[in-house]
């Protein structure tokens, strides 16, 4: 079973340039996540969709990150302009309760540079 | 506001020492998540704790939680250069399945 898959892995962009990132979940999981780790500090929660409904949308920073998730599979972050401070990891995870339980898988991450 | 943060920031060891990784959070939780990020790679879900559990294993890993304390620890016995990698725990946020991340513990195993 394939995993949550992040594209790109890797982006260096300009300052004010628009960069858009992508993520498969893992097939059949409602729910997905986006995070971010800027360097040196905490990975920090982004947003939730559960299927295509912003569940969550409370650690978007400000409104030049624009998340989607048309029809309830992959879901697209959107930066336009990108600052300085938009560089670092962004993670995306994907969840099914089961059982009680809701383990979240994450991707390999997409690194973001923006110089 | 930070919930989960470990200590230490960084641990380097030798080989086939084992490693001990805190972590301290603020609020009430339902469970308790260790995960492991190798240097350019994406999360990998180590191991989770509920609540009402105040111990758990997993191969080389014990993780222990004390909720009086709001505490977590994690041990790598045996620890190999493999292990090398960011230790992050993570508790339940606001929405489900809402994880909340500390800053992480950066452990060197040297071979």
């Known amino acids: 079973e394939a995993g949550v898959t992040q594209f790109p892995s890797h982006s260096v962009i300009e300052k004010g340039q628009t960069v858009t990132l992508r993520c498969d979940p893992i097939?059949?999981?409602?729910?997905l996540y986006w995070y971010r780790r800027v360097m040196g500090k905490e990975i920090k929660f982004l947003l939730h969709?559960?299927?295509?409904?912003?569940?969550?949308e409370s650690g978007m920073p400000n409104n030049r990150f624009l998340a989607e998730r048309t029809g309830g599979t992959y879901s697209t972050l959107k930066v336009q302009p990108a600052e300085l401070e938009d560089s670092g990891v962004y993670f995306c995870a994907s969840s099914q309760v089961y059982q009680g339980r809701t383990e979240a898988f994450f991707g390999q991450g997409t690194r973001l540079t923006v110089v | 506001s930070q919930q989960g943060e470990e200590d230490p920031q960084a641990l380097s060891i030798q080989e086939g020492e084992n490693a001990t990784m805190n972590c301290s959070y603020k609020t009430s939780i339902n469970n308790l998540q260790w995960y492991r990020q190798n240097s350019g790679r994406g999360l990998v879900h180590l191991i989770l704790?509920?609540?009402?559990?105040r111990e758990k294993h997993s191969g080389r890993l014990r993780v222990t939680l004390d909720t009086s304390k709001k505490s977590s620890s994690l041990l790598i016995t045996a620890s190999r250069a493999a292990d090398t990698a960011s230790y992050f725990c993570a508790t339940n946020g606001g929405s489900q399945g809402n994880l909340i991340f500390g800053k992480g513990t950066k452990l060197s195993v040297k071979p």
């Open positions: 969709f559960v299927k295509e409904s912003k569940q969550d």
């Open positions: 704790i509920r609540s009402n559990e």
């Open positions: 097939s059949g999981h409602d729910n």
